[in-house]
T-cell receptor
Framework: EAAVTQSPRSKVAVTGGKVTLSCHQT?????MYWYRQDTGHGLRLIHY???????EKGDIPDGYKASRPSQENFSLILELASLSQTAVYFC?????????????FGSGTRLTVL | GDSVTQTEGLVTLTKGLPVMLNCTYQ??????LFWYVQHLNEAPKLLLK?????KRTEHQGFYATLHKSSSSFHLQKSSVQLSDSALYFC????????????FGTGTRLQVLP
């Protein structure tokens, strides 16, 4: 089965601090995604990537940066964390042929910004 | 851009009853529709998917039919079980080469004894 690993599982950060969330996949998938989950909003796409060294903005990219240094790794960076960024963050990977196939999700990172 | 609408936030049923969770979508390209299920404190997992118009897709007792004429992909089950209690997301991808996958806001299904 496809494997997507996120770290850390949970994190407490201070307002204004820098936060990096990491994601590693062993599926040999081209596509990787970062979503945030909030009650009432479902899963919203922050950034995604379909090739190493390239990232694309999703629907809510403000306040977030992404980095894809290799096919296996995809990071989400909060340069100046804010209270509104408290959420659960999911990384996912997918194979595809010009469109995204099944998403395989990691276990999520619960981020609390104080 | 693409969008997905799930009209019910919470559906509460007694076990053994049928259920239908609504999903409609908007896209200007050829669609791929998915249903994901998320149990408490777990990651979302694929339940079923389809890109074929008017063909019923089934998995684990759940089924859905993509109707491009009405832009719908409703999820159904004839008899819900306690273990079906979870959050259900409808999601959309398309052939526009943006490679985005857009999710609806989710419907929580609560099954009572």
């Amino acid at each position: 089965e496809a494997a997507v690993t996120q770290s850390p599982r949970s994190k407490v950060a201070v307002t204004g601090g820098k936060v990096t969330l990491s994601c590693h996949q062993t599926n040999n998938h081209d596509y990787m995604y970062w979503y945030r989950q909030d009650t009432g909003h479902g899963l919203r796409l922050i950034h995604y990537s379909y090739v190493a060294d390239s990232t694309e903005k999703g629907d809510i990219p403000d306040g977030y940066k992404a980095s894809r240094p290799s096919q296996e790794n995809f990071s989400l960076i909060l340069e100046l964390a804010s209270l509104s960024q408290t959420a659960v963050y999911f990384c996912a990977s997918a194979s595809g042929q010009g469109y995204a196939e099944t998403l395989y999700f990691g276990s999520g990172t619960r981020l609390t910004v104080l | 851009g693409d969008s997905v609408t799930q009209t019910e936030g919470l559906v509460t049923l007694t076990k053994g009853l049928p259920v239908m969770l609504n999903c409609t979508y908007q896209t200007t390209y050829s669609p791929f529709l998915f249903w994901y299920v998320q149990h408490l404190n777990e990651a979302p997992k694929l339940l079923l998917k389809s890109s074929t118009d008017n063909k019923r897709t089934e998995h684990q007792g759940f089924y859905a039919t993509l109707h491009k004429s009405s832009s719908s992909f409703h999820l159904q089950k004839s008899s819900v079980q306690l273990s079906d209690s979870a959050l259900y997301f409808c999601a959309l991808s398309d052939t526009s080469n943006t490679n985005k996958v857009v999710f609806g806001t989710g419907t929580r299904l609560q099954v009572l004894p």
